[in-house]
């Protein structure tokens, strides 16, 4: 969808440390890439950082954007583009009319939304949902699927729905967010406090008995793969845990939406460590009190990035319901920005 569309989009990834502003048309990205500091303790200076890095695209385009659309964090009230109290953003506190501030100033329609939305967005629309059905159809598999479920990994717990190339935002704007889902370890904990950084780093600290609050999820990924002292095993299991708790809320959500899975975020690059706990606890059965077990879902979760899994899924009778879970192939920033192209241009079309 929109590979053939000639509108263009102004795109910007926004951090707390750097914001990288950009371009798209026809889901591909058309200019150099354009970085800037983003000043998160001073609103002026952020402000005038967003005018100057959205200046600086529009002026290297060969015609004029249609709209400006981008991720920005929560909490906020994104239909009206008003962000709220943000931790990395201090000087946003009170609330920002951040959307209002910018289609004064380039008098065009501005679309903002939270990364895991828009990372779901771009995986529906140009990313693992396509790919995947075209595979299955070149392996005859006669099946085509429309939903899809995006989760991030990073510094929160990210996620967002794709029901039929549409998302899923809700009445307030909190469709298909899970990072306050119960956790399934601490069920007077939010899943958020299992599956972030933070989380990495703490469950290490617990179980190699350590107190060491500079150590990186990237630290505790070389532990565990041997590339510097520590403790591997509470490394690997750090990723587990995480692994575990995502698995617990992915089932829930999966119950519901009935789609496919692909992960993303910064974390993700651990898929080895977390990938198999999460299968796991997708794969695994609740019982009755009459003592029969039954599986967690209703539906067989196929690992799509394993070709024999595939195969085998695809070829052999089986009366089973399935779905499919991957990583993205796209890469978690690009995904986030064709989503935030194709959410544009479908505001604009309604």
């Known amino acids: 969808m929109y590979n053939h569309d000639n509108r263009i989009v102004l795109t910007l990834d926004a951090g707390g440390t750097n914001m990288v502003f950009s371009a798209i048309q026809g889901n591909v990205e058309i200019v150099e890439p354009y970085c800037l500091p983003a000043y998160p303790d001073d609103l002026q200076k952020c402000l005038d950082t967003l005018i100057d890095g959205f200046t600086h695209i529009r002026n290297l385009l060969p015609k004029a954007p249609v709209a400006i659309s981008f991720a920005f964090p929560g909490p906020a009230d994104y239909k009206n583009g008003i962000i709220h109290d943000l931790p990395n953003f201090p000087s946003f506190r ?11 100033h380039f008098q065009i329609p501005v679309f903002i939304n939270n990364d895991g939305n828009l990372f779901a967005y ?4 140009a990313g693992a949902l396509p790919a995947l059905n075209e595979r299955l159809k070149k392996m005859g598999y006669n099946k085509e699927y429309r939903n ?7 510094t929160g717990f990210g996620s967002g729905v ?11 704007d909190c469709g298909g967010d899970v990072w306050v889902f119960r956790n399934k370890l601490y069920p007077d904990k939010i899943a958020e406090e299992s599956v972030s950084r933070r989380a990495i780093t703490r469950v290490y600290n617990e179980y190699a008995a350590v107190v ?14 041997g590339e510097i002292p520590g403790d591997r095993q509470a490394a690997v299991r750090s990723f587990a845990q995480l692994g575990e708790v995502a698995g617990d809320v992915i089932a829930h959500l999966l119950t519901v939406v009935d789609g496919i899975i692909v992960i993303g975020g910064g974390i993700i690059g651990a898929a080895k460590y977390i990938m198999p706990a999460l299968i796991g606890e997708l794969r695994s059965s609740l019982s009755t009190f009459s003592g029969d077990n039954l599986s967690r879902l209703q539906m067989e979760v196929v690992d799509a990035q394993d070709e024999d899994s595939l195969k085998q899924a695809t070829t052999n009778y089986n009366p089973h319901k399935k779905t499919f ?13 064709l989503g935030a192209y194709a959410y544009a241009l479908h505001q604009l079309a309604d």
């Not at 794709?162 to 307030?172: M, Q």
């Not at 990186?216 to 793969?225: G, K, L, S, V």
Request: avoid cysteine; charge should be negative; charged fraction near 20%.
């Open 212 to 225: 060491d609050e500079t150590l990186t999820p990237n630290d505790i990924f070389r532990i565990a793969e």
């Open 94 to 104: 009170g609330g920002v009319p951040l959307g209002p501030f910018l289609r004064e």
């Open 162 to 172: 794709v029901i039929d190339n549409r998302l899923l935002t809700g009445d307030n």
């Open 148 to 154: 899809l479920i995006g989760v991030t990994f990073g």
């Open 122 to 125: 771009g995986e529906a629309l």
């Open 325 to 337: 879970i991957m990583t993205t192939s796209l890469g978690t920033s690009t995904a986030i920005s």
